[in-house]
């Protein structure tokens, strides 16, 4: 067992000028690279300080511990991080946008190709990415004949009770990727994947729009954090609008 792993059972607040200097985060960072330090230590370097009682190691470690995991972590609201001790608004607004930046970075590295041919599949793919949100992200995955993925953009970042978006924003993305059909896919910040009434309002939109462009909406998905919701599996949308 290191020094770190003792300290942290005997919960000690030990000054940071007493740990070896090969167990400081930033000297571990430098020497072992950035995999290789732990959750708490990678918090450290964020907060950068700590207090006059803590340390930036104790305090990342008081913070951890207010959730059962970092995507829990991620989305405790700023009024609620920095009532911590030691945190304020600097601290918290910089572990806020390092969680930020970790989510927009997944998001934008989707990977092309793959086939996805059911709502399960498309589920799977989307929910690493943003199912663990705290805002709504509409998404909407551009395919080809074979139905794989030969594109992908954002089309709207909304509130915790919704989002807004235009078939004309969706479409013109489409026309743009060269889209023989398309997928829409939202998250529920609140976990609940069933559909709200404007959530179906627009998916009906939606199917309108593709049937006069003749590039189909072949479904839309909401994503929550351990289920998700097929609108065409479940709902009628879609013979409502055939011939």
Known sequence: ????????MKRLHTPLNAYPE???PRER??????????DGELVALLLSTGTPQQTALDLARDVIEQAPSLPALARLPLPQLCRLPGMGVAKASRLLAAFELGRRS??????????LQRPDLVAAYLRPRFGDLNREHLIALFLDAKNRVNGHSII??????????????????ALQHNAHSLLIAHNHPSG???PSSDDIHTTRRLIACGRLMQMEVLDHLVIGRHSHYSMREHLSLWSDHAG
């Open 22 to 24: 090969t167990l400081r």
């Open 106 to 115: 997944a998001l934008q590295s989707l990977p092309e190709q793959p086939s």
């Open 156 to 173: 709207s970042i909304g509130t915790l009770t919704g989002t807004l978006v235009h078939p004309r924003d969706i479409f013109r993305e």
């Open 1 to 8: 067992m290191n020094l770190l792993q003792c300290l942290a």
């Open 192 to 194: 609940d994947p069933i």
């Open 29 to 38: 960072l430098r020497t072992n690279g950035v995999d290789a330090l732990s």
